[in-house]
């Protein structure tokens, strides 16, 4: 699970990777950190995350304190999941909004221009352009988020019940008219093989003490599943990331701390969680329940990647990853300590395990450099 742990921009803000081992111990690796408030030049603090295609991130390092304050921003990429990294290019002092999507050196970002106060912009190291909008799609829509290959970045209508593709104009979903569009908000996830949108509902009753998680199919526009939360029932705000199982997936919600944590007061922090739909349960995941007291709650989960996997450990040198078992087989990459590559079925070779490098090229590693998980 990669999430986000602290406030954004905060001296603590960091971008992780949480997983367990072989013998079932949680492990963490620190991917990014900010250094800002540690008064050095050159101090940098995450204001920005995306995830492209396989085994790529982006995220947007702020010179200072951004929402509010006119300062330079850095936009990096690792095509290792979050390993290694190197700087696409700078954002002006005041040019910065918000990292929408990434691909290769492109980027589609949201934020001011010398014409225009607030913009969709396309970002690469020769300089930025305004993008052309459908028509229906206007500058000041709100965006869904990130969603599938490459560059497709979905936005609400003006009106909210519709959302469409923001380069394309292509109608994506529509909400049902039931619904009140004011008291919604939705993000794409891949559920069971196929595309389709998890849709939070929030209820008017109760000074919104009560919402509903629920499911539409992108291609019928089909509400297939509707779930109820209540904070009366101790549980507020439940969302997902991703999927292990079908019916299980990792999210966030916010719990009651006095549920718990002995000797502390009622009060809701969310923390990343368990849902499971044919259970009908959201339960806490137990190494983040001390985190329930922060202020910020845990950490906020951005991508699962379910599955066996193996991650290098050869120390400050890079591992190569080659077409076939054999030392002498050509070498498709050179991945560097602490990558984490998916392991495949195949019927390993003695000394070798077949493995997916992070951007999705299949080959064999030495597994005397490999940490294997189940």
Not at 4 to 28: C, H, K, M, N
Not at 170 to 178: D, G, S
Request: glycine share 12%; aromatic share 10%.
């Amino acid at each position: 699970m990669y999430a986000i742990d602290g406030v954004w921009e905060g001296p603590t803000a960091a971008l992780r990777r949480y997983y367990r081992d072989s013998a079932g111990q949680f492990r963490v690796d620190d991917l990014v950190l900010s250094t800002f408030g540690q008064g050095r030049p050159g101090d940098r603090a995450i204001v920005g995350v995306q995830f492209g295609n396989p085994g790529e991130v982006g995220v947007a390092l702020c010179h200072g304190i951004c929402y509010g304050s006119p300062e330079p921003v850095t936009i990096a990429r690792s095509a290792d999941g979050g390993v290694t990294w190197h700087d696409l290019f700078d954002l002006e002092a005041g040019g910065w909004g918000s990292l929408l999507a990434i691909e290769g050196d492109t980027t589609i970002i949201r934020g001011p221009t010398a014409d225009d106060w607030w913009s969709f912009q396309k970002v690469t190291p020769s300089g930025r352009t305004v993008l052309a909008l459908p028509a229906g799609i206007l500058p000041t829509a709100d965006t869904v988020g990130a969603f599938g290959a490459g560059q497709r970045v979905a936005v609400y209508s003006e009106d909210r019940r519709t959302i469409r593709d923001l380069l394309s104009g292509e109608l994506l979903l529509t909400i049902p008219p039931a619904w009140d569009a004011r008291q919604y908000s939705a993000s794409f996830i891949t559920r069971a093989g196929g595309e389709s949108v998890e849709v939070r509902l929030l209820s008017t009753s109760q000074e919104y003490r009560e919402g509903y998680l629920a499911f539409i199919d992108t291609s019928s526009d089909a509400v297939t599943d509707v779930y109820q939360w209540r904070e009366a029932d101790g549980l507020s705000g439940v969302s997902i990331v991703g999927w292990i199982t079908p019916t299980l997936a990792i999210g966030r919600a916010d719990f009651d701390q006095a549920d718990y944590l002995p000797n502390t007061v009622s009060f809701f922090h969310g923390i990343p969680a368990l849902i499971d739909l044919q259970k009908g349960t959201v339960s806490p995941i137990s190494e983040f329940l001390p985190q329930l007291t922060k202020k910020a709650g845990g950490p906020q989960p951005l991508l699962v990647d379910p599955g066996s996997f193996a991650r290098v450990v050869t120390g400050a040198d890079c591992l190569n990853v080659r077409s076939e078992p054999l030392l002498s087989a050509s070498v498709l990459g050179c991945m560097a300590d602490r990558v984490v590559m998916a392991r495949r079925a195949e019927v390993a070779t003695r000394g070798w395990v077949a493995v997916t490098t992070p951007d999705g090229r299949d080959g064999w590693a030495s597994s005397e450099f490999l940490e294997l998980f189940p």
